[in-house]
T-cell receptor
Framework: ELKVEQNPLFLSMQEGKNYTIYCNYSTTSDRLYWYRQDPGKSLESLFVLLSNGAVKQEGRLMASLDTKARLSTLHITAAVHDLSATYFCAVDMHNFGNEKLTFGTGTRLTIIP | EAQVTQNPRYLITVTGKKLTVTCSQNMNHEYMSWYRQDPGLGLRQIYYSMNVEVTDKGDVPEGYKVSRKEKRNFPLILESPSPNQTSLYFC??????????FGPGTRLTVL
């Protein structure tokens, strides 16, 4: 059974600082997604990582994927308050046509002025 | 605008009263799926559909039914809701192998 673990679960950081969220998964997969969720809202797709070594950047967020280590990271650079949200990684096993996403538990990020 | 819509967005009901949550997408996606989100348990898949008339169970299908008669619609049916089905429900859709787009969510409370 695929397990996806995120660290940390909660993160409180000051504006302007850098930090990294880690996502480990237990079974080989080459499709990993990062989503953002604001309180009471839906999930917004941030990054799609489809191969080993993939790196994607959008604004102050950068995501990477190491399929050999079964590890993805979401790096936050010079955090701003607008980045406060819960971030999920999700792995797609695409077994027999089921594109079920197995989600990590989420990292609740709070940016403090 | 490309989107996944769900209705209703909020629903309070009583045990045993049948209900349907609708999901519709306008992106011509083949794949659609239902998830529920619960505190401490994250998001878990209920049912999925690979195309019209093709559906199958996810991880937590008990107490739910689905149908896929048209490509754009994938309703979630609770024949006899119980309090343990109180949750936040999300519909998602995608082309095969691509990122999944999520609907706005339906917050269901079963008393």
């Amino acid at each position: 059974e695929l397990k996806v673990e995120q660290n940390p679960l909660f993160l409180s950081m000051q504006e302007g600082k850098n930090y990294t969220i880690y996502c480990n998964y237990s079974t080989t997969s080459d499709r990993l997604y990062w989503y953002r969720q604001d309180p009471g809202k839906s999930l917004e797709s941030l990054f799609v990582l489809l191969s080993n070594g993939a790196v994607k950047q959008e604004g102050r967020l950068m995501a990477s994927l190491d399929t050999k280590a079964r590890l993805s990271t979401l790096h936050i650079t010079a955090a701003v308050h607008d980045l406060s949200a819960t971030y999920f990684c999700a792995v797609d096993m695409h077994n027999f046509g089921n594109e079920k996403l197995t989600f990590g538990t989420g990292t609740r990020l709070t940016i403090i002025p | 605008e490309a989107q996944v819509t769900q209705n209703p967005r909020y629903l309070i009901t009583v045990t045993g009263k049948k209900l349907t949550v609708t999901c519709s997408q306008n992106m011509n996606h083949e794949y659609m799926s239902w998830y529920r989100q619960d505190p401490g348990l994250g998001l878990r898949q209920i049912y999925y559909s690979m195309n019209v008339e093709v559906t199958d169970k996810g991880d937590v299908p008990e107490g739910y039914k689905v149908s896929r008669k048209e490509k754009r619609n994938f309703p979630l049916i609770l024949e006899s809701p119980s309090p343990n089905q109180t949750s936040l429900y999300f519909c998602a859709s995608s082309h095969g192998g691509r990122e999944q787009f999520f609907g706005p969510g339906t917050r269901l409370t079963v008393l």
